[in-house]
Antibody, heavy 123, light 106 residues
Framework: QITLKESGPTLVKPTQTLTLTCTFS??????????VGWIRQPPGKALEWLAL???????RYSPSLKSRLTFTKDTSKNQVVLTMTNMDPVDTATYYC???????????????WGQGTLVTVSS | DIQMTQSPSSLSASVGDRVTITCQAS??????LNWYQQRPGKAPNLLIY???NLEAGVPSRFSGGGSGTDFTFTITGLQPEDIATYYC?????????FGGGTKVEI
């Protein structure tokens, strides 16, 4: 049974750095092909992919946010951590982490998601 | 970036209706497409992968099709529990991109 859960502050001030932790169980991020992603959703809006980290510690970021994002993993703790610098009110959103499953060659899906955590950016 | 355009953005249908949502990619993505359901206040849930493969445990009234740039998602026999917003997502290229969503109401 795969589970993921996001944790972090619910309120941050503009210009501050956001640190979100995703704690997971039921899989290992050292298993070949496995990945964990971060996706966010502003209130009432669509989903936006932010970042991916792979079992081999390779990382990929959304080009529009790359300069502000850092994604790390702690395999021993079954955690991944996303930091986003210089937060702005437009970054107010629910932030999800999700397990990326490899269905086959070049085939991937987010098959398990955390419950999400709402982060509000306001002074 | 590959743009994913969903239509309609919202629809209203009756229980038992057949509902179809379309998703168009800005370039050829083969069949590298997922569909997700997001019920109000909940995280997204994977329904379809590889454009037409039904995820395990998902009711067979959900189906998907298409390849290249044009894709469809169909609910055959709409149920009250299908009230949700549906998103397509491509994984042919990074950055991963989602459609704008289709809100289904009864």
């Amino acid at each position: 049974q795969i589970t993921l859960k996001e944790s972090g502050p619910t309120l941050v001030k503009p210009t501050q750095t956001l640190t979100l932790t995703c704690t997971f169980s039921g899989f290992s991020l050292s298993t070949s092909g496995v990945g964990v992603g971060w996706i966010r959703q502003p209130p009432g809006k669509a989903l936006e992919w932010l970042a991916l980290i792979y079992w081999d510690d390779d990382k990929r970021y959304s080009p529009s946010l790359k300069s502000r994002l850092t994604f790390t993993k702690d395999t021993s703790k079954n955690q991944v951590v996303l930091t986003m610098t210089n937060m702005d009110p437009v970054d107010t959103a629910t932030y999800y982490c999700a397990h990326r499953r490899r269905n086959g060659p070049n085939s991937y899906s987010f098959d398990y998601w955390g419950q999400g955590t709402l982060v509000t950016v306001s002074s | 970036d590959i743009q994913m355009t969903q239509s309609p953005s919202s629809l209203s249908a009756s229980v038992g209706d057949r509902v179809t949502i379309t998703c168009q990619a800005s370039q050829d993505i083969s069949n590298y497409l997922n569909w997700y359901q997001q019920r109000p206040g909940k995280a997204p849930n994977l329904l379809i992968y590889d454009a037409s493969n039904l995820e395990a445990g998902v009711p067979s009234r959900f189906s998907g099709g298409g390849s290249g740039t044009d894709f469809t998602f169909t609910i055959t026999g709409l149920q009250p529990e299908d009230i949700a917003t549906y998103y397509c997502q491509q994984y042919d290229n990074l950055p991963l991109t989602f459609g704008g969503g289709t809100k289904v109401e009864i």
